[in-house]
C-alpha cells in the first residue's frame, strides 16, 4: 500500500464568477521513502494541492475525493486530529520563506515552538534543539543565527530556517513548496544536497519550476496543467523522454536546452477547454482532442500520459 494515496481529489474555491477548480481529478500515489516533483506553470494548482494534502485551506473551500495517509482518509479527520498530525506526520515546508516566517520573532524561537508543540520539549530544550536544527541545516554560527529576525538573513538562510521548522517534528512526509525559487546558482546546488540528505529517509511531494533540481532529487515526477495531472513517470522518462507534448515542451524550457517557453497562457480555471485542456497551444494537437478528454494513458514502464498520442 502507498503511504499517501490521492484519489479523485478536487479542490474547488467558490468565486463571484464560478467555481475556480484548481485541483480537479487528481489521482496520485507515493510511496514510503519515495521522493516525487510536482512541477507545471505558475497557478496551475501545485500548491493548492499541497494545501489539500495538509488541510491548510480557508474552510470555505471544498474539497472531495479521498486522500490516504498510512490507510487512514485525511479528509475524514477533524480539525483536531489533523493538528496533531500536521507538522508531527506530515509537514510542509512553505513558498517564500520572506512572507511565511514572522518577522517580528527570532527564527531560533521560531523554530523551537515547532518542537514544543510537537517534541513536548520544555523551553530551554526546544531552544538547544533549535540550534542544533539550524545547524543541522548548514548555517554558519547556528547559534547567533538563532538570534537573528528573519530580515537579518540572507535568501539562501532564511530557506534553511523554514527546513529546520518543517523537519524540526521528524515527520514521515514532507511537502517542500519551491523550495529552490529565488536562490543563485550556487545556493541553488547547496539546497539541493540539503534538502536530499535531510529527506533520505522520508517521503516527499516537491513542488517547483526547477526541473533539473526536481531531476536530482526526485524518483518520479507528475506534471500538473490547469488543475489536472498530465504526465506521471520515472525523473529520467520525464526529463530525457517525455511523450505529452506539454512536458515536452516544458522540459525545452530548461536553460540547458535554449529556454523556449510553450506559447500561449494558461487557461480559465473556472471554465476549463473542453477536450484536452492543452489542445489550444499543443503544437500537434488533432481533430478528436477539442472533442474528447483524454483519459490518462498507461504506456510502458507504470508511466502515465494524458494524451492521445501517448499509447
Ligand atoms: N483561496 C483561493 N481562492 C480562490 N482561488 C484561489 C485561492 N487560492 C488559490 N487560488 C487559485 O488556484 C489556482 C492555483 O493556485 P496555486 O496552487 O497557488 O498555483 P501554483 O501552481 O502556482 O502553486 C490559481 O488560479 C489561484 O488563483
Ligand atoms: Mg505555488
Excluded: W
Excluded at 61 to 75: A, C, E, F, Q, V
Excluded at 190 to 210: C, F, G, P, Q, W
Excluded at 213 to 231: K, P, Q, S, T, W
Excluded at 289 to 309: S, T, V
Amino acid at each position: 500500500m502507498a503511504m499517501l494515496d490521492i484519489i479523485n481529489l478536487r479542490t474547488y474555491f467558490p468565486s463571484p464568477d464560478g467555481l475556480v477548480k484548481a485541483v480537479d481529478e487528481v489521482d496520485l500515489q507515493i510511496e514510503s521513502n519515495e521522493k516525487l516533483g510536482l512541477i507545471g506553470e505558475t497557478g496551475c494548482g501545485k500548491t493548492v494541492l499541497g494545501m489539500s494534502i495538509i488541510r491548510l485551506l480557508l474552510p470555505s473551500t471544498r474539497i472531495m475525493g479521498r486522500i490516504i495517509y498510512k490507510g487512514k482518509n485525511l479528509l475524514d479527520l477533524n480539525s483536531e486530529e489533523m493538528r496533531l498530525l500536521r507538522g508531527r506526520e506530515i509537514a510542509m515546508i512553505l513558498q517564500n520563506p520572506t512572507t511565511s516566517l514572522n518577522p517580528v520573532l527570532k527564527v531560533g524561537d521560531q523554530i523551537a515552538e515547532v518542537l514544543r508543540l510537537h517534541m513536548g520539549l520544555d523551553k530551554e530544550q526546544a531552544k538547544a534543539k533549535a540550534v542544533e536544527m539550524l545547524a543541522a541545516t548548514m548555517i554558519p554560527e547556528a547559534r547567533m543565527r538563532a538570534d537573528q529576525y528573519p530580515h537579518e538573513l540572507s535568501g539562501g538562510m532564511k530557506e534553511r530556517v523554514m527546513i529546520a521548522m518543517g523537519l524540526a517534528g521528524q515527520p514521515s512526509f514532507v511537502i517542500a513548496d519551491e523550495p529552490t525559487k529565488g536562490l543563485d546558482a550556487k545556493t541553488k546546488a547547496e539546497i539541493v544536497k540539503l534538502i536530499r540528505d535531510m529527506t533520505a529517509n522520508r517521503s516527499m511531494l516537491m513542488i517547483t519550476h526547477d526541473l533539473a533540481a526536481a531531476g536530482d532529487i526526485c524518483d518520479r515526477i507528475a506534471v500538473m496543467y490547469a488543475g489536472e495531472l498530465l504526465e506521471v513517470a520515472t525523473a529520467g522518462a520525464i526529463l530525457r523522454d517525455p511523450c505529452h507534448p506539454y512536458t515536452q515542451g516544458f522540459v525545452h524550457c530548461l536553460p540547458s536546452q535554449g529556454l523556449q517557453p510553450i506559447p500561449g497562457s494558461s487557461p480559465s480555471l473556472i471554465d476549463p477547454p473542453l477536450g484536452c485542456r492543452f489542445h489550444p497551444r499543443c503544437p500537434r494537437a488533432m481533430d478528436i482532442c477539442k472533442k474528447e478528454h483524454p483519459p490518462m494513458i498507461k504506456m510502458n514502464k507504470g508511466n502515465f500520459a494524458r494524451c492521445f498520442l501517448c499509447t
